[in-house]
Nanobody, 124 residues
Framework: QVQLVESGGGLVQAGGSLRLSCAAS????????MDWFRQAPGKEREFVAG????????DYADSVKGRFTISRVNAKNTVYLQMNSLKPEDTAVYYC?????????????????WGQGTQVSVSS
């Protein structure tokens, strides 16, 4: 059974940092894109960052460029999101999503599996 488990969320003050982890199990995900999304209260879910299976193609939302860094360790079936210079606007539930066929649009329907999410709260 495939399972994605996010961890590393919490409450931090503006300007602080957090590192999120998404550990996948049930199969090997080396051929899957592994991406991060987030959803704030009352808002639509939005793409944050993504990394392709080769590790050579990385995308970031404009709102997080220069502050967030995505990486993966295929031997551990794990993708990370290092978040620096956090802002209150970053407050959201962050989700890990993986897919074997993910295009440049990062449409939700392109992903095969989703995690349950981890809460990130940033206070002023």
């Amino acid at each position: 059974q495939v399972q994605l488990v996010e961890s590393g969320g919490g409450l931090v003050q503006a300007g602080g940092s957090l590192r999120l982890s998404c550990a996948a199990s049930g199969r090997t995900f080396s051929n899957y894109a592994m991406d991060w999304f987030r959803q704030a209260p009352g808002k639509e879910r939005e793409f944050v960052a993504g990394i392709r299976r080769s590790g050579g193609s990385i995308d970031y939302a404009d709102s997080v460029k220069g502050r967030f860094t995505i990486s993966r360790v295929n031997a551990k079936n794990t993708v990370y999101l290092q978040m620096n210079s956090l802002k209150p606007e970053d407050t959201a539930v962050y989700y890990c999503a993986v897919g074997i066929r993910v295009g440049v649009s990062h449409a939700d329907i392109e992903y095969d599996y989703w995690g349950q999410g981890t809460q990130v709260s940033v206070s002023s």
